[in-house]
């Protein structure tokens, strides 16, 4: 005998793929606004085909950037709930593991290395800062791995990556002392920027979110198990050692990834998975994408934001991020006191 | 020496050594629980009960030997031993943010192919367990927006669903109403009728007298273990608790009372 699940659980099951078209529906339509909009205001993308300078711009510069932000948030989103998943704490992000301050600090070394050799200015490589801070942030993680022998002992690895956190961002904050001249270069970076994002940046964020994402949902039942308890889940015959280890380094690639292409991008990997759950319940299988979909569209959405607000300056899109972000976190977290019991 | 496995056996453990960190727990535990039957482990707080019940499910690291079914741990895949034996732990953190219907479908897990989806059978199996936990209304709140007695149930039908034939369950009672305590013994008593082995941990000495057989273990030891309508089990009973307790029947029921002389 077959039993059909009754309409309440249909009408359920059926919410995260409505909410899941909408949100592709609007990261669509703010990809279409985001490479209409410029320094001078919303101009029509229809009187654009005549002008092959503006195409040029539109082309080589906004849509790179507007996609480029989309995936880099995309990416944070899904560390995050990666993140909050794996170590079982809403408060979890993508930067947990010392990935931001790794980064920071390979960007730091990288900047005084190139201002240190005579040729900096002229082949200034944006490539090589990239590179410096995937190193430096997959570089960390793979120190708080080893202080936390292993990925064994969720709260030792929370120590570890708090320790190496504090430790790494000291000695960029060293780096930076011992030569002022890169503090500015410096602190776009820590704001987070996505003004440097082109078709190859693009390309490299959206393979590593191609080979993250089936990764983290073909795990999304550990990470489910793992929410009623250690013991629960190794109870339900999940093969927690391994999992644990695919997990973590899913988190490090989408956290590196999105970190060495856009700076430290604040709150979009905590704040993602949050909204997602404001909105809708379900297992992880589905909740990693929408909370990737929602990192996409709320990074996207606050590119846009930052170019379009004081135009034709910017503002840089980490400082948005983090005034939104905090703000949503701080409402969300009033909402829960003010409901009794919740 | 050589461990005679008995065929009639759920669980059977031999020299069952296991350390809290740095601290022993268990010392050398030998036992053998029947097929079928319902046996209660009790004993003083810190005796090892819990200890013992996640030793046997393959839970926390541990020397010795177990069998489940008859078959040594050890060449039981860990999938196939997940099918067999469920368990129900205390205290454990519970995802707030899941539906009660989804937390119950998670019992299901080792019944389905690594990236399969759930099929009707799995469906029917959690609404069964639902049902008969009285917690069908609630398939579609989150666990956090239950009462402790309530989110119980729930992680009670979550062991259920697994349909297995050794359910280990570690404070079963807590947080439950009388009324849903009674429930929860005529449940196992449905268990057992399905010819199922049924494994709890109780503090609470007059639903352990319920059992079939009793588990007496203090200090990591196993104190005694035999029928709960024995007198030896109940002088053990009364003994191990510093004869603050004493077993004496009410109502053609075995009941503990707490003495305060």
């Known amino acids: 005998m077959t039993v059909q699940p009754d309409f309440a659980l249909r009408q359920q099951a059926r919410w995260p793929s409505v909410v899941a078209g909408a949100l592709l529906a609007l990261s669509c339509l703010l990809l279409l606004l985001a490479a209409a909009i410029g320094s001078t205001g919303l101009e029509s993308l229809t009187t654009l085909r005549d002008d092959p300078v503006a195409l040029q711009i539109i082309r080589d510069i906004r849509a790179p950037r507007a996609l480029g932000a989309w995936l880099a948030g995309a990416l944070l989103g899904l560390a ?5 998943g794996l170590f079982r704490n809403p408060l979890a992000d993508p930067y947990l593991l010392g990935s931001a301050s790794g980064a920071s600090l390979g960007v730091a070394v990288a900047l005084v290395a190139m201002s240190a050799t005579p040729y900096a200015g002229a082949w200034l490589p944006r490539l090589g800062l990239t590179g410096a801070a995937f190193v430096g942030a997959t570089g960390a993680v793979f120190l708080t791995l080893t202080l936390a022998r ?5 709260m030792r690895l929370l120590l570890a990556g708090v320790v190496v956190g504090v430790v790494l961002g000291a000695l960029g904050s060293l780096v930076m002392m011992m030569q002022p001249e890169v503090m500015l270069s410096m602190q776009a970076f820590m704001l987070g920027s996505t003004a440097f994002v082109g078709w190859s940046a693009c390309a490299v964020m959206a393979m590593v979110w191609l080979l993250c994402a089936p990764l983290a949902i073909a795990l999304s039942r550990v990470l489910d198990g793992l929410s009623l308890g250690e013991a629960t889940a190794a109870s339900l ?7 644990r280890v695919a997990l973590v380094a899913t988190l490090a690639l989408a956290t590196g990834a999105a970190v060495a292409q856009t700076g430290l991008i604040a709150f979009v990997g905590l704040a993602a998975p949050h909204l997602v759950r404001s909105i809708v319940r379900t297992t992880h299988r589905r909740f990693l994408w929408l909370a990737s979909l929602m ?3 709320l990074l996207l959405a606050a590119d846009t934001l930052a170019r379009s607000l004081i135009a034709p300056q910017e503002l840089p899109v980490g400082v948005l991020t983090a005034v939104l972000g905090g703000g949503y976190l701080l409402w969300l977290m009033h909402r829960r006191s003010s409901v009794p019991g919740g | 020496m050589a461990t005679l496995v008995s065929s009639t056996s759920a669980l059977q453990a031999h020299g069952l050594h296991a350390q809290l960190g740095r601290l022993p727990v268990l010392h050398g535990i030998d036992l053998t629980l029947p097929r079928g039957r319902w046996t209660s482990v009790v004993g003083p707080n810190g005796a090892g009960k819990s200890t013992l ?5 393959q839970l926390i690291p541990h020397s010795g030997q177990v069998h489940l079914l008859g078959d040594p741990m050890s060449i039981v895949p860990a999938r196939l031993r997940a099918q067999r034996m469920a368990w129900l732990g205390q205290n454990e953190s519970s995802g707030d943010d899941l539906l009660v219907w989804d937390v119950v479908m998670l019992g299901r897990l080792p019944h389905q192919a690594w990236l399969a989806g759930p099929s009707p059978a799995d469906a029917q199996a959690v609404e069964q367990a639902l049902r008969a936990t009285q917690a069908w209304d609630w398939r579609l709140r989150t666990l956090g927006q239950l009462s402790g007695g309530e989110r119980q149930r729930v992680l009670l039908a979550r062991a259920l669903a697994v349909q297995a034939d050794v359910l280990l369950m570690d404070e079963p009672l807590a947080n439950l109403d009388p009324p849903h305590q009674s429930d929860w013994l005529r449940l196992v008593r449905q268990l057992l ?16 007298l319920h059992a079939d057989e009793m588990l007496i273990v203090a200090q990591g030891r196993v104190r005694h273990q035999g029928r709960c309508a024995d007198t030896a089990t109940h002088r053990m009973l009364e003994q191990v608790f510093d004869h603050r307790i004493a077993i004496v029947p009410v109502a053609g029921q075995w009941v503990a009372l707490a003495r305060d002389d």
Request: glycine share 14%.
């Open chain 1, 237 to 243: 015959g999940l093969p927690l050692p391994r999992a």
């Open chain 1, 150 to 154: 292993g990925v064994h002992q969720t």
């Open chain 2, 53 to 57: 019940l996640k030793a046997l499910a």
């Open chain 1, 295 to 297: 990192g996409g569209l």
């Open chain 1, 80 to 84: 995050g709930a990666i993140a909050q």
């Open chain 2, 193 to 208: 009728a399905q010819g199922r082995t049924v494994v709890s941990v109780l503090h609470e000495i007059s639903f352990a």
